[in-house]
């Protein structure tokens, strides 16, 4: 098998909580998250530092270890704490889920909670990874989110507005 070459992650998505607690992975991101697992797997882990979920493929593990790496030269250049460890321990937590083939997913109820996801996510692209937000919390985040903020507020009243009419 070839080794996974790592993807990028853009755009912007938007997914209901569905029976038995399932969301859906918007076709952008399960295209491309199916190609850097090489099938129907997502990584999905708490941000270090937001109230959201990060999502990726398999293939990003490649450059965990240089991320590391990166992040304790840097500290050491500034002269501040850094714990390898702690760190690693924060990126190689993720939960590897399954999805089928029109992207459902059943998300583990301890990251729902940690990220906060009740009814809705909204996806947001990230180039190696992408987020999944509570619109709420979304909402809450300062000046530099008003891109995101918007697309939510229009892709959320898109999707409601579609489940009326169904």
């Known amino acids: 098998m070839a080794a996974l070459q790592p993807f990028g992650y853009s ?3 938007f997914s209901l909580r569905g029976e038995k607690g399932r969301f859906v992975l918007p076709p952008a991101f399960r295209k491309a998250v199916k190609e850097s697992s090489e099938g129907r797997v997502l ?5 270090e ?3 959201c979920l990060t999502g990726f493929g398999l293939s990003r593990r490649v450059e965990l270890e240089a991320q590391i790496d ?6 050491i250049r500034l002269n501040l704490e850094f714990d ?3 760190r690693a321990m924060q990126l190689y937590g993720f939960i590897e889920v399954p999805f089928d083939d029109s992207g459902r997913f059943i998300m583990p109820e301890h ?3 940690l990220g906060r996801l ?3 996510v909204y996806f947001q692209g990230a180039g190696s990874f992408f987020t999944l937000w509570n619109p709420a919390e979304l909402y809450r985040m300062g000046e530099g989110w008003e891109g995101a903020q918007a697309a939510c ?3 959320e009243a898109d999707t409601l507005a579609k489940g009326k009419k169904a």
Not at 43 to 47: D, E, N, R
Request: proline share 0%; charged share 40%; net charge neutral.
């Open 70 to 75: 990166r992040e304790e030269e840097r500290a």
């Open 49 to 51: 530092r937001w109230n």
């Open 118 to 120: 009740e009814q809705g």
């Open 111 to 113: 990251l729902a909670e």
């Open 153 to 155: 507020r229009m892709l």
């Open 43 to 47: 990584c999905l882990a708490k941000h």
């Open 84 to 86: 390898r460890d702690l």
């Open 11 to 13: 755009g912007q998505g």
